[in-house]
């Protein structure tokens, strides 16, 4: 994870660094990491099973109940053997005669975030609604009998959030949220998800 986390700290850090509220007082800035787990929908559910990754994240409170985010992720898929890669789906650069057997993807997302403040769930339960767009790295892994074929690219594209916070006095807080995804591929989109624990702080320098 180091060169995703990397690209988000350099950034990140200007921004956390220059934010301030109005009144010449700092603001406040939440960071923090998980663990997610997440695969593919639509004719790639054949080729890629449901794997795990990484998150690293920081959000900025902006104004009422919204609060700005950026977050890089690293999702790891094993090959599934119920089917082929050449079909209608999405071109990913497979071969005739590939089978699947890694695909790593690498996201870097921005992301706007409405906390429903006015609908707590319990004394600590805050749930929240986002969406964004982000840059998709794809490193694919094809066996054929020739050998590998390997295939890494970038696409753009776009994602939806929802998850549930739990906050505690201290600043910390843990959050289950659930990510769609949709990026440019050839021939088709690729629409993939993920699920995430996240734990992070909330910073007031």
Not at 93 to 112: K, N
Request: net charge negative.
């Amino acid at each position: 994870m180091s060169r995703f986390a990397v690209v988000l700290l350099a950034c990140v850090l200007p921004l956390a660094a220059g934010q301030v509220a109005r009144g010449g007082e700092r603001a406040s800035f939440d960071v923090g990491g998980g663990l997610l787990m997440g695969g593919y929908l639509g004719d790639l559910q054949d080729n890629w099973s449901p794997g795990m990754g990484g998150s690293l994240f920081i959000q900025v409170p902006w104004c009422c109940d919204t609060e700005g985010r950026l977050r890089a992720s690293m999702l790891w898929n094993d090959g599934a053997t119920r089917g082929g890669v050449v079909g209608d789906g999405p071109d990913l650069g497979a071969l005739e005669g590939d089978t699947p057997r890694s695909f790593r993807r690498t996201s870097y997302e921005a992301t706007l975030l409405w906390r429903a403040e006015c609908c707590p769930i319990g004394d600590a339960g805050v749930p929240y609604l986002g969406a964004g767009i982000a840059a998709y790295e794809r490193d694919i892994v094809y066996d054929n009998p020739s050998g590998r074929n390997e295939v890494g690219a970038w696409s753009w594209g776009g994602h939806g959030v929802a998850g549930l916070r739990l906050y505690r006095t201290s600043g910390l807080f843990v959050a289950l949220e659930g990510t769609l995804h949709a990026f440019d591929t050839p021939k088709k989109w690729t629409v993939g998800y993920d699920a995430a624990l996240l734990v992070g702080v909330r910073l007031a320098p």
